[in-house]
């Protein structure tokens, strides 16, 4: 009688991973991504046109991001598999976020836009105080070289100016502690 109720018990377990009805057990990435998916496309369809150049949607996505969130500060954040899309949709859907929110919101657009490769940097910058912070930004592989792409950096550091859209690496390497410790992280939508 104990082992037909244990055996029901994990089967009922089994069931309820697989299914969706405990939140958090591998059922939450398959709708995450579907969602994220879903907003993206429809960030994109609604920023740009077909027949913008890859370059001309990175630049607009990155205003769009820069005009349409704002900061919210977020203090021990760890990575975790799926991070980034989780981050991504919280972004679109409270519309701020900390500067994680800022690199996974406008990685997953970019890619979704271009088709290009895109990952999100998490490592430290001087670029807001002068003093080492933790931070994030993303990064986009046109032509073999990667860009960085850092709408939170742009809009509170460089007043959004531009000043760190599609830029060269080695010409933002004292800004980035020369990539020191940097995590990498692919979107891989």
């Known amino acids: 009688m ?16 697989t299914t969706c009805v405990i939140p958090g057990h591998g059922c939450m990435a398959v709708s995450a991504g579907t969602n994220l998916t879903s907003q993206a496309k429809k960030i994109v369809k609604r920023n740009t046109k077909p027949s913008d150049s890859g370059k001309k949607k990175l630049k607009k996505l990155f205003k769009y991001v820069e005009n349409n969130y704002g900061y919210k500060r977020v203090t021990g954040f760890e990575t975790y598999n799926g991070w980034a899309g989780d981050y991504a949709l919280e972004m679109y859907s409270e519309k701020k ?12 657009l970019a890619e979704k836009a271009t088709g290009y490769k895109v990952r999100i940097g998490v490592g430290k910058t001087n670029g807001f105080s002068g003093e ?13 070289k990667w860009y960085i792409c850092d709408t939170n ?7 959004s100016s531009g000043k760190y859209f599609l830029k060269k690496r080695n010409r ?3 800004v980035y502690n020369n990539y020191k410790d940097t995590q990498y992280f692919m979107t891989g939508f």
């Open 2 to 17: 104990l082992k037909n109720i244990i055996k029901f018990t994990l089967l009922l377990l089994v069931f309820a991973i």
């Open 153 to 159: 950096m742009d809009k509170y550091a460089g007043n």
């Open 97 to 108: 976020g900390s500067c994680y929110h800022f690199a996974a919101a406008y990685a997953f």
């Open 132 to 144: 080492l912070q933790n931070h994030s930004w993303t990064e986009v592989k046109i032509n073999s």
């Open 172 to 174: 933002l390497k004292k």
